[in-house]
C-alpha cells in the first residue's frame, strides 16, 4: 500500500552534539521514513546512542533540529514526544505482573478499559499465556517483547530501540531479531534502532546508516552497503573485505584495467568511488566469499575474463558449512577465501600453491587516501 504519508518521519537538520572540546556527533542531516525499520549502526563511542537520545528528548542538541512527522520537537521534554524507548535493561516494574507492566502506560493517562488492548498487545509479542507471570519467571528474550509491548501500546509515533538485545546470549538474540522485524511489519510504526552488530542491522533494518567517529560514513539498505561500500571503513566494518593496492593501468570500455602485485585485474568503472586517473592509486575490493579457489594444476581450467591472483595457503579452518581460507599473495599479504563445502579439494590444505578467480562484476574500487586497515579493528573489537 502507498502513502504520502509523514506524520511518523524523523528529520533531522544539522543536529549535533558537543560536550566541552568533544565533539560527540558532526552536525548531521537524517530522515528515516515512516513506517520503516531503521539501523544505526557503529561501534562504541562512534555516536550513534547520542543521536538517539536527542530524538528522544534525553539530550539536548548543541545545534540544529529534531522534527518527528511536521511537529519541531528539538525542545520538548521527552514525555511531550510522540515517541517511546526501549533499553537493554528491561526496566520492567518487578512486582507488577507482565500484563500490568503492559497497561502501565495507559493507567497513567487515566484510562479505565485497559483489558481489550493489553490483550491485543501481549498477543502482537506472542505472550498472551504469561500474562500473569512476574517478570523474574520469564526469560530475557520474553522480557524484551514485555517492554516492547509496554513502549507501543502508546502508539508512539516512533520507537526508539537503544541495544535491546545486547543483554540476550547469540542464539536467542538471532530469534529476537526475527520477533522485532516481525512486529514492526505488523504494526507499521517508524523504528529506530540503536546497535553495534553488524549481523543484527543487516537482519532487521530496511535502511543502515553506518556511523563512524560522530559523522555517517554511509547510509543504505544491507544489501547495497555490503555489495557496494564507498569507504574502506564501511568495507572492513560491515563483513569481512579483501583490500588490493593497484595502479591503474588503462580504460577499456566501461572498465579499468589495473595493476597489482605483477599481475592485471579489471575493475568495473561504475563500481569505484575513487578518481581513475592513468597511473593514479585505487584499493581493489573483493569479498571472501565472491572467490573461487583452485589448485594451481587447474589453473588452466579457469575460464577467460575472470580477475585472477596467484598464491600459497597460510592457513585453512573447517567452519562447517564453509572452509576459511588465508593466502599469502603477492598482492596482499592475507587474503581471505570463504569456500562452501560442496566438493572438497583434499590438495587444498596449507602450503598448496593456488589461483583465485572472481568475477570482475563482484569487485569495487576504494580511494587510496584513506586507511586501508579502517574499521578492521573496531569490527574485531565489537565482536569480542
Not at 192 to 218: I, S
Request: with cysteine.
Amino acid at each position: 500500500m502507498m502513502t504520502t504519508e509523514t506524520s511518523g518521519d524523523v528529520r533531522l537538520t544539522g543536529i549535533s552534539k558537543t560536550y566541552g572540546s568533544f565533539t560527540a556527533v558532526h552536525p548531521l542531516d537524517l530522515t528515516v521514513p515512516q513506517g520503516s525499520f531503521f539501523a544505526l549502526l557503529g561501534a562504541s563511542g562512534c555516536g550513534k546512542t547520542t543521536t538517539l537520545r536527542m530524538i528522544a528528548g534525553l539530550e539536548e542538541p548543541s545545534s540544529g533540529t529534531v522534527y518527528l512527522g511536521d511537529q519541531e520537537v528539538t525542545h520538548l521534554p521527552p514525555y511531550k514526544r510522540p515517541v517511546n524507548t526501549v533499553f537493554q535493561s528491561y526496566a520492567l516494574f518487578p512486582h507488577l505482573d507482565i500484563f500490568e507492566n503492559v497497561a502501565f502506560g495507559l493507567r497513567r493517562r487515566g484510562i479505565k478499559s485497559v483489558k481489550k488492548q493489553v490483550e491485543e498487545m501481549l498477543d502482537l509479542v506472542q505472550l498472551g499465556e504469561q500474562a500473569r507471570k512476574k517478570p523474574h519467571q520469564l526469560s530475557g528474550g520474553q522480557q524484551q517483547r514485555v517492554a516492547v509491548a509496554r513502549a507501543l501500546i502508546n502508539h508512539p509515533k516512533v520507537l526508539l530501540l537503544d541495544e535491546p538485545l545486547g543483554a540476550l546470549d547469540l542464539k536467542l538474540r538471532r530469534q529476537m531479531q526475527l520477533e522485532l522485524k516481525r512486529i514492526q511489519t505488523e504494526v507499521g510504526i517508524t523504528f529506530v534502532h540503536v546497535t553495534h552488530d553488524q549481523e543484527e542491522a543487516m537482519t532487521m533494518a530496511d535502511t543502515v546508516a553506518v556511523m563512524n567517529a560522530g559523522r555517517v560514513e554511509q547510509l543504505g539498505s544491507p544489501a547495497d552497503l555490503y555489495e557496494n561500500p564507498q569507504t574502506t571503513f564501511v568495507a572492513n566494518f560491515l563483513g569481512t573485505s579483501n583490500l588490493i593496492e593497484a595502479e591503474v593501468d588503462a580504460k577499456s570500455g566501461a572498465e579499468i584495467v589495473l595493476k597489482a602485485g605483477g599481475g592485471r585485474l579489471v575493475l568495473p568503472e561504475a563500481r569505484c568511488s575513487a578518481p581513475t586517473a592513468t597511473g593514479g592509486k585505487v584499493l581493489v575490493g573483493v569479498r571472501p566469499e565472491k572467490i573461487s579457489l583452485v589448485h594451481a594444476d587447474e589453473a588452466d581450467a579457469i575460464p577467460d575474463g575472470r580477475n585472477r591472483v596467484t598464491g600459497r595457503i597460510a592457513q585453512s579452518s573447517f567452519i562447517g558449512v564453509s572452509t576459511q581460507y588465508v593466502i599469502d599473495s603477492p598482492v596482499c599479504p592475507e587474503f581471505e577465501v570463504y569456500v562452501q563445502n560442496i566438493d572438497r579439494d583434499s590438495r587444498l590444505a596449507p602450503g598448496a600453491e593456488v589461483v583465485l578467480h572472481w568475477n570482475p562484476e563482484h569487485t569495487f574500487g576504494l580511494d587510496a587516501a584513506q586507511d586501508i586497515d579502517a574499521g578492521v579493528e573496531t569490527a574485531e573489537e565489537e565482536a569480542a
